[in-house]
């Protein structure tokens, strides 16, 4: 049984979708249980799996009883959720047989996203660490680099490292062409991702002024939705820098790369990541990704100065002025950057085939 909030347009929704469509069916039976059916990837889930809504709502809490009577019916070999469903998950595993495994896929790097909640509220860091403690004591654990499994085994002492499983994400088919990038002096230049606080826009905002301001040509493109307050902090920001004319909004698209003729840079501005499916979609299409070096899993994608930059980050979070200094960079040499090259050894490297057959042999290792 697959578990998820929704399957609109993410990371984690687009990793679930592809094990959906790869997943060798003379294996396993499949039950996908969503908390509310949304568009995005959920009319690419194959028609012979079925599907259930199990609230209405992306709010994992509301799925908990749904989520609980929907195991207890089906009676699954294994529970794999992710996303906010890690918890209901965990939870249900005090109420249903021992003989289900239960498997969370964790999203993010531990340390920086309890950092964030405890930024934001000192009660919201205790429900989080809690939460994670739970899932721990009651779950497999998949993390999606290296990075963030010696992240989440040093952070909670963990006695046995080899209870957390590493498994990449799979790397997506190339979706765009690009042509001719040497008959034009002004750059496109794309960020992908929803608006919050860990996406660091306000930094990049800071950075992409301090470009205008070098004389350097360039159009920069949001691409993404999220939270409405923050897109507003964002846009007002952009506004008072006077990047309007350089600075485009262009909401949340299911194909983003499509969204912009011939993309010359992607720009990841996290203040922390899991292991970032947008970058992996960047490469497979062959475009170069500037990336902050950031808690995550970005030094296991960018082989610097092969397919991408990563900025010199020397304090606990980046700074506009080192975004900047690694852009001014990335502009200067992109035009040297093999893209067939980038594109080949990106798919080569996180193959969806690959990752596929390491959940299933996952599935089948844990199968009781």
């Known amino acids: 049984m697959f578990v998820i909030n929704s399957l609109s347009v993410g990371g984690a929704e687009r990793v679930f979708s592809t094990l959906l469509k790869n997943i060798n069916r003379n294996q ?84 920086a996203d309890l950092y964030r909640s405890k930024r934001e509220s000192y009660f919201k860091y205790l429900f989080q660490k809690l939460s994670y403690l739970l899932v721990l004591k009651r779950c497999k654990i998949v993390t999606q680099s290296e990075y963030m499994k010696n992240d989440l085994v040093q952070y909670f002492a963990l006695s046995n490292s080899d209870d957390v499983h590493v498994i990449y994400n799979p790397c997506p088919n190339p979706s765009v062409l690009y042509s001719n990038p040497e008959q034009r002096k002004s750059k496109n230049l794309v960020t992908v991702g929803r608006f919050a606080w860990q996406k660091g826009y306000d930094i990049l905002i800071d950075s992409l002024g301090m470009l205008a301001k070098d004389g350097w040509e360039f159009k920069f493109y949001f ?108 502009l200067e040499t992109v035009e040297s950057f093999d893209r067939y090259k980038i594109k080949e050894e990106v798919r080569k490297t996180f193959a969806i085939e690959t990752v596929v057959s390491h959940y299933e042999s996952l599935f089948l290792e844990f199968k009781k």
């Open 223 to 330: 691409i993404g939705g999220g939270d409405k307050a923050e897109e507003k902090i964002v846009k007002d920001k952009a506004k008072k820098a006077k990047l309007t004319e350089i600075v485009e909004f262009l909401g949340e698209r299911e194909q983003p790369f499509c969204a912009v003729n011939d993309i010359d840079i992607f720009v990841s501005s996290s203040r922390f990541e899991g292991f970032a499916n947008v970058i992996l979609e960047s490469l497979a299409n062959g475009i170069p990704v500037v990336a902050t070096d950031c808690p995550s899993g970005n030094r296991e994608i960018i082989d610097e100065k092969v397919n991408g930059w990563l900025t010199n980050q020397v304090g606990s979070e980046p700074t506009a002025r080192e975004l900047y200094e690694t852009i001014s960079t990335a």
């Open 28 to 111: 396993f039976d499949i039950i996908l249980a969503i908390g509310a059916r949304t568009d995005g990837f959920l009319n690419e889930v194959p028609k012979d799996i079925k599907i259930v809504e199990l609230s209405g709502s992306k709010r994992a809490i509301k799925s908990f009883f749904p989520l609980l009577r929907l195991i207890r019916y089906e009676k699954p070999d294994i529970v794999f959720s992710t996303l906010g469903m890690v918890s209901s998950s965990s939870l249900c595993s005090f109420f249903t047989s021992k003989n289900i495994t239960y498997i969370a896929r964790f999203g993010n790097t531990i340390s």
